[in-house]
């Protein structure tokens, strides 16, 4: 939908969930920093994020790269809340621990409890709430570890990988094949660092278990996230897009979902340029990436 983001807002009959807070721009594609039509996107859609937290009854991250939780604006979001956060000391790397205890810092006093995600579960009226254990963000223990998040209503059902690049690994599909949710939303292969950062292995590996998430008897399979980075994403995965035809599952992005356009800014940032010239050297002060 335009930024690097996955903040997702779930409401049941019991429960109004918001999961991974955050939004932010890749800071460099085709050696181009973002255009400021990004910059105008990510300003909307924060604004968006901040509205549906304060509707929220919990806020869960993730984990700490800045895309899924802002640690310095409008921190009253997490005043009153029930917060469940990635274990800020056990199963982090370096960075990530670092930003975890800053956070902390600035959210101090502010939410009415604190849980720790890993395993966490709860019930409230017909709603269940569970956490996975934690899985690589990736295919290694390089850039941390995630929680993927799963909930039920009556016989509805929703599962959040959060930034597992895949799922390439065993690990990683576990939680869904186990939980088999009916809509289940997925950050999909980074196939735009294919060949660089991201093997063919392993995108042979995420298809390979996004075909088994299919055969689990999932309704509609959101891909995004690090799969939408990606111009050609359609063709890195056809073979799992024919799959699904046959099997009537819906692929969807999170934009088709939402009913709205596909709005690849970051894959599209050399097209920005071209058809809108702006001064390369102007830059805002906003942390980019992850």
Do not use: C
């Not at 009253?76 to 956060?85: A, P, Q, R, S, T």
């Not at 800020?88 to 960075?95: F, T």
């Not at 993927?148 to 390439?168: C, H, K, N, T």
């Not at 596909?262 to 050399?270: D, F, G, I, P, V």
């Amino acid at each position: 939908m335009g930024v690097r983001s996955m903040a997702t807002f779930i409401e049941t009959k019991d429960l109004k969930v918001l999961i991974d807070p955050g939004v932010a721009l890749g800071p460099y594609r085709y050696g181009l920093p973002p255009h400021p039509i990004e910059w105008k996107k990510l300003e909307e859609d924060w604004k968006v994020i901040v509205n549906h937290a304060i509707k929220a009854d919990v806020i869960i991250v993730t984990h700490y790269h800045y895309d899924h939780h802002n640690p310095w604006e409008n921190l009253e979001i997490y005043e009153g809340k029930l917060l469940i956060l990635k274990n800020p000391r056990d199963n982090i790397n370096y960075s990530q621990r670092e930003r975890a205890q800053f956070f902390l810092k600035q959210i101090e006093k502010l939410p009415k409890r604190i849980e720790i995600a890993e395993e966490f579960k709860m019930s409230i009226g017909e709603t269940t709430l569970k956490v996975s254990k934690p899985v690589f963000h990736g295919t290694n223990s390089k850039l941390g570890y995630v929680v993927e998040v799963y909930l039920r209503e009556g016989d509805e059902s929703f599962l959040y990988s959060s930034d597992v690049e895949g799922p390439s690994l065993n690990d990683q599909v576990a939680f869904i094949l186990e939980n088999k949710p009916k809509v289940v939303m997925i950050d999909g292969p980074m196939t735009y660092m294919l060949g660089y950062r991201y093997s063919i292995a392993s995108l042979k590996a995420s298809i390979a278990n996004l075909r088994r998430i299919l055969e689990s008897g999932v309704e509609q399979m959101i891909l995004d996230h690090h799969l939408l980075r990606d111009l050609a994403w359609r063709e890195r995965i056809s073979e799992l897009l024919v799959e699904a035809e046959n099997r009537r599952v819906k692929i969807l992005t999170s934009a088709e979902y939402a009913g709205k356009e596909l709005n690849m800014l970051e894959a599209r940032r050399k097209e920005l340029y071209e058809r809108n010239p702006v001064n390369r050297s102007e830059s805002k002060k906003w942390v980019v990436g992850e």
